[in-house]
């Protein structure tokens, strides 16, 4: 089944201590992203792939980082959690960054820091 | 991006179909309509997508106006499961979605 896998899904940790957010897609897809979603702002992009080794920022990158050593996978990496960091989290994928081609999203990934 | 403009909340009896509205009045030629839909906090979940033409798939079907500047997306028979938020989106080529506030769909029995 084609799908974007998170992990973890659920997360509770402690202002400061590192953690990475996993994401694989088993659709051979180029584009990779990340999404967080807050009340009352939506969906804001953090960060983005268009292929092995080629990031970008999006809208909120900072406290954020990612990397794209193979086309499956797409790491969000929190260096020092801080409680405003705390939200859910959304991976996505897409073929390339044409308009034709669909953006898919993973399940999520509640992170809670304290 | 072109802007959305989406009624805030919509009501349909289960079973019936449901028409979700959509203006787009900016949209470019080159831009796409998206309908995606979030169930409680799940992943947006693509329903369904245009450029011109009308389109249908399983879950759902768009119509587009002739003029591009609206749409409506139509779920056939609205089951219980279909109570989410529905997200009307234009994109055109590029690296993000950029999702708005969205219609509340509520499919009451």
């Known amino acids: 089944e084609a799908q974007v896998t998170q992990n973890p899904r659920y997360l509770i940790t402690v202002t400061g201590k590192k953690l990475t957010v996993t994401c694989s897609q088993n659709?051979?897809?180029?584009?990779m992203s990340w999404y967080r979603q807050d009340p009352g702002l939506g969906l804001r992009q953090i960060y983005y792939?268009?292929?092995?080794?080629?990031?970008d920022k999006g809208d909120v990158p900072e406290g954020y980082k990612v990397s794209r050593k193979e086309k499956r996978n797409f790491p969000l990496i929190l260096e020092s959690p801080s409680p405003n960091q705390t939200s859910l989290y959304f991976c996505?994928?897409?073929?390339?960054?044409?308009?034709?081609?669909?953006?898919?999203f993973g399940e999520g990934s509640w992170l809670t820091v304290v | 991006d072109a802007k959305t403009t989406q009624p805030p909340s919509m009501d349909c009896a289960e079973g019936r179909a449901a028409n979700l509205p959509c203006n787009h009045s900016?949209?470019?030629?080159?831009?796409?309509v998206y309908w995606y839909r979030q169930i409680h906090s799940q992943g947006p979940q693509y329903i369904i997508h245009?450029?011109?033409n009308n389109e249908t798939n399983e879950m759902a079907s768009l119509i587009i106006t002739e003029d591009r500047k609206s749409s409506t997306l139509i779920l056939p028979h609205a089951t219980l499961r279909d109570t989410a938020v529905y997200y009307c989106?234009?994109?055109?080529?590029?690296?993000?979605?950029?999702f708005g506030a969205g219609t509340i769909l509520r499919v009451k029995s």
């Open positions: 996505a994928s897409s073929l390339s960054m044409g308009a034709r081609n669909t953006i898919y």
């Open positions: 659709m051979n897809h180029e584009y």
């Open positions: 792939s268009m292929n092995v080794e080629v990031t």
């Open positions: 900016t949209i470019s030629g080159n831009e796409y």
């Open positions: 245009g450029l011109k």
């Open positions: 989106i234009v994109r055109v080529s590029g690296n993000k979605l950029v």
